[in-house]
């Protein structure tokens, strides 16, 4: 669903897609909806905060006032991880600084196009505050599944992801890596292997027989083993004793 621009107006102007998704999911958790400027939808997808793009938060008109009045307690120290824009432009280098505070998730699959897509929709959404979630493949196949959009659309979660190898990722660091099938597992780069490196494995709905309507109780039960076991694992990040996965080696 996209917004009548008519209806909305913009009260946040986030510095690349995951700092916008990150303020889009803070409103909403206010009970304000809130969409992403559609114009921004083919530009660079925002790993960090930086000059990578600017991304508009919209809000109806009518909550026009409500979000600006929640995006100042927010600036207020009210709540955290987050910069209030409203006329003027954000000092990219503090919001950098308040970017760090959240932890870092590299999700590999072999194709990133099904379990990795919903990976990283769900942690996106469900540990925004706490987690920054990327997804990749080892061979990606360059589309998501429309079955795992479905899937993450039903559950509520507005999700604009691409298919994309984990080459893209090289120069850059996690704080954990989560590989969900066998053969990213054994294909993970060692240039990942700098942090904790979790293997949670599970089946390819993509290979279930069937038609589409048939296929998609597949897909939601994938998707809700993905949620409850990643939220868990990710949650209690700071309390548990990591074992680091040799792979193998």
Known sequence: MSPNENNFVT????????????????LEAQGIEAYLDQDALGSIYGLTVGDLGEVGVMVRKSDQAKAKELLNA???????????VDDHE????EARKMEDKRKR????CTGNSCRSQMAEAIVNTDLARE????????KPSG??????LKVIADAGIEY???SKSVDEFKDQEFDMVITLCDAAREACPLWLKQGPIIHLGFADPSLFDGTDEQKYPVFKETFEAIRATIVNYLSDYDNVDWVYDSFGG
Do not use: C, T
């Open 90 to 93: 954000p000092d990219s280098e």
């Open 11 to 26: 009260v946040y102007k986030a510095h690349g897609r995951l700092d916008g998704e990150s303020i889009k999911a803070f």
């Open 74 to 84: 927010m600036e207020n120290g009210e709540f955290i991880n987050e910069v209030l």
């Open 160 to 162: 604009q992801g691409y």
């Open 143 to 148: 589309y998501i599944h429309p079955i795992a």
């Open 131 to 138: 987690w920054i979630a990327i997804s990749a493949g080892s």
């Open 105 to 108: 998730v590299l999700i590999l």
